[in-house]
């Protein structure tokens, strides 16, 4: 544990605190802040990393300090951090949770409404309602999160904000104290630092994930990988049957995706095993990867009669995916399952926005919150 | 009253009282922000402390409204930003200082009047 790396770790807290101050001033702050750090931990003892964590856990979340700088500062200014504060998260909870029950009554009452005045036969219509009720719900939820991360970041409106739950005898007690208690266990019960063997786990808690310490990753990325490998192969062989320009184009990007996904697995499996820490931005962009799917998914919405489907006649008896590719015959999608297929379209391209939004913003919010957990965590 | 509020009430009456004591300090020597919170402590016996990550935002806005004034010095080799107390910090401070005399004898007259006077 040399000053050198203590040093390091200063340097790193101060950027972060850098990030969310206002130009005009970071410097000057950072300077007295880097003053303050190593005076306080020559005190302790010395300029060791375990000293330097103990000043850094006081002085606090570097994006709590710079706002403190920021908000009832000279310069008025809102901060705004993707991320809700753990005080902030029951309230989130339940302002979703009321809303989107307000949200599905409104439009099962719609739904209700249209089958009692309009044609019974009319299901794409009632399919259409239902999807603009999810897209409701999706950028509902989206917006609260924005307003809150809002919220969060500035401790004036947070306090404004509890204030006014407190008022409307809304508080949220008992899991704002629980979050607070949870807080205090951690700083009151610091866990024991002892002799730590490589230098990459001190300075570990400067990730922006904590509990990546000493991870393992697990052989089944790499059988997974190849399982991928043998799909996307399977997927292009069946791609050399006579389907038309949309089923061509769905096979491709299905065997592209399925590549992708093996090559990010092997690669995650490796990084995984080298660095010892689990790599959430490869989740994250497994996630994003279903994006692919949206350009072909929106065709698809609109040339739903275009869609084939691949049977075996019952003479065949099909013992075998190479069968399939001998004995398979290419129909159209009959016209009763059109609207069934437009139902499961318009959900399929929701749920993979929605997949790939809370990808990101978990991937995002997590980076902020970190700095507080590992400090703590010493 | 809960345990919450007392603990509220009691954050906020010493953040009044800590912003005097910081002027307090200053109107006799300058000092740096870590001096400053040391001082806090050591003449309240632990009493009133100032959190780090309170004091130095503070320094700032009482920099911004013109109380005191900020300055790098080097000092037995080492660059620290000394506060000294301005005029207009001066006067701020008298003003709160008398205030503070009386409120303090106002509320003591108050909270200490026992039954039958």
Same mark, same amino acid.
């Given at each position: 544990m040399s000053e050198?790396?203590?040093?390091?770790?200063?340097?790193?807290?101060?950027?972060?605190?850098?990030?969310?101050?206002?130009?005009?001033?970071?410097? $000057? %702050?950072?300077?007295?802040?880097?003053?303050?750090?190593?005076?306080?931990?020559?005190?302790?003892? +010395? &300029?060791? @990393?375990?000293?330097?964590?103990?000043?850094?856990?006081?002085?606090?979340?570097?994006?709590?300090?710079?706002?403190?700088?920021?908000?009832?500062?000279?310069?008025?200014?809102?901060?705004?951090?993707?991320?809700?504060?753990?005080?902030?998260?029951?309230?989130?909870?339940?302002?979703?949770?009321?809303?989107?029950?307000?949200?599905?009554?409104?439009?099962?009452?719609?739904?209700?409404?249209?089958?009692?005045?309009?044609?019974?036969?009319?299901?794409? $219509? %009632?399919?259409?309602?239902?999807?603009?009720?999810?897209?409701?719900?999706?950028?509902?939820?989206? +917006? &609260?999160? @924005?307003l809150m991360s809002i919220v969060s970041s500035n401790p004036d409106l947070k306090k404004g904000f509890l204030k006014i739950m407190k008022d409307l005898g809304l508080e949220i007690r008992r899991e704002v104290e629980r979050a607070k208690k949870r807080t205090e266990v951690r700083i009151a019960k610091p866990r024991e630092v002892t002799e730590r063997p490589k230098r990459f786990e001190e300075i570990e808690y400067l990730q922006p994930f904590p509990r990546a310490i000493a991870y393992s990753p697990s052989i089944l990325l790499v059988f997974k990988s190849f399982v991928a490998l043998f799909m996307a192969y399977m997927v292009f062989m069946v791609s050399i049957l006579p389907f038309n320009q949309l089923m061509k184009f769905f096979l491709y990007i299905l065997s592209t995706y399925l590549i992708?996904?093996?090559?990010?697995?092997?690669?995650?499996?490796?990084?995984?095993?080298?660095?010892?820490?689990?790599?959430?931005?490869?989740?994250?962009?497994?996630?994003?990867?279903?994006?692919?799917?949206?350009?072909?998914?929106?065709?698809?919405?609109?040339?739903?009669?275009?869609?084939?489907?691949?049977?075996?006649?019952?003479?065949?008896?099909?013992?075998?995916?190479?069968?399939?590719?001998?004995?398979?015959?290419?129909?159209?999608?009959?016209?009763?399952?059109?609207?069934l297929a437009k139902i499961i379209i318009i959900v399929a391209i929701i749920a993979i926005i929605v997949d790939g939004l809370i990808a990101i913003l978990k991937y995002v919010r997590t980076a902020p919150k970190a700095w507080s957990d590992h400090l703590y965590a010493v | 009253m809960d345990d919450v509020d007392i603990d509220t009430w009691k954050t906020e009456i010493k953040r009044g009282i800590v912003e005097m004591c910081i002027l307090a300090l200053l109107s006799k020597k300058e000092m740096y922000g870590y001096e400053i919170s040391k001082t806090i402590k050591q003449l309240s016996s632990g009493f009133l402390t100032i959190e780090e990550g309170t004091l130095y935002p503070l320094l700032r806005r009482l920099?911004?409204?013109?109380?005191?004034?900020?300055?790098?010095?080097?000092?037995?080799?080492?660059?620290?930003?000394?506060?000294?107390?301005?005029?207009?910090?001066?006067?701020?401070?008298?003003?709160?200082?008398?205030?503070?005399?009386?409120?303090?004898?106002i509320v003591n007259n108050i909270v200490e009047v026992k039954e039958g006077e």
């Amino acid at each position: 544990m040399s000053e050198k790396e203590a040093m390091e770790l200063i340097d790193e807290y101060l950027d972060e605190v850098k990030r969310y101050l206002p130009e005009d001033i970071a410097e $000057d %702050v950072v300077a007295e802040l880097r003053t303050h750090i190593i005076d306080k931990a020559m005190e302790l003892g +010395g &300029l060791t @990393v375990r000293n330097v964590y103990r000043v850094l856990r006081d002085l606090g979340d570097p994006r709590e300090l710079a706002s403190k700088y920021v908000v009832g500062g000279k310069k008025e200014k809102l901060v705004f951090e993707l991320g809700i504060s753990d005080d902030l998260y029951p309230y989130f909870i339940k302002i979703v949770s009321w809303v989107v029950i307000f949200v599905i009554i409104g439009y099962t009452l719609k739904i209700i409404s249209y089958a009692y005045h309009g044609s019974a036969a009319a299901l794409l $219509d %009632v399919a259409m309602i239902f999807a603009e009720m999810l897209l409701s719900i999706t950028f509902i939820i989206l +917006g &609260l999160y @924005v307003l809150m991360s809002i919220v969060s970041s500035n401790p004036d409106l947070k306090k404004g904000f509890l204030k006014i739950m407190k008022d409307l005898g809304l508080e949220i007690r008992r899991e704002v104290e629980r979050a607070k208690k949870r807080t205090e266990v951690r700083i009151a019960k610091p866990r024991e630092v002892t002799e730590r063997p490589k230098r990459f786990e001190e300075i570990e808690y400067l990730q922006p994930f904590p509990r990546a310490i000493a991870y393992s990753p697990s052989i089944l990325l790499v059988f997974k990988s190849f399982v991928a490998l043998f799909m996307a192969y399977m997927v292009f062989m069946v791609s050399i049957l006579p389907f038309n320009q949309l089923m061509k184009f769905f096979l491709y990007i299905l065997s592209t995706y399925l590549i992708l996904i093996a090559v990010i697995d092997l690669v995650e499996y490796f990084y995984e095993k080298y660095t010892e820490t689990r790599s959430y931005l490869a989740d994250t962009v497994k996630s994003v990867l279903g994006f692919m799917f949206l350009p072909w998914l929106l065709i698809a919405a609109i040339f739903t009669e275009q869609i084939q489907l691949i049977i075996i006649p019952t003479e065949y008896l099909v013992k075998g995916y190479f069968d399939l590719l001998r004995y398979g015959v290419i129909i159209t999608i009959p016209q009763e399952y059109l609207p069934l297929a437009k139902i499961i379209i318009i959900v399929a391209i929701i749920a993979i926005i929605v997949d790939g939004l809370i990808a990101i913003l978990k991937y995002v919010r997590t980076a902020p919150k970190a700095w507080s957990d590992h400090l703590y965590a010493v | 009253m809960d345990d919450v509020d007392i603990d509220t009430w009691k954050t906020e009456i010493k953040r009044g009282i800590v912003e005097m004591c910081i002027l307090a300090l200053l109107s006799k020597k300058e000092m740096y922000g870590y001096e400053i919170s040391k001082t806090i402590k050591q003449l309240s016996s632990g009493f009133l402390t100032i959190e780090e990550g309170t004091l130095y935002p503070l320094l700032r806005r009482l920099e911004g409204k013109g109380y005191i004034r900020g300055e790098w010095k080097i000092v037995h080799d080492k660059a620290r930003k000394y506060y000294k107390i301005t005029s207009l910090g001066l006067q701020v401070f008298a003003e709160m200082r008398s205030f503070w005399k009386k409120l303090s004898s106002i509320v003591n007259n108050i909270v200490e009047v026992k039954e039958g006077e």
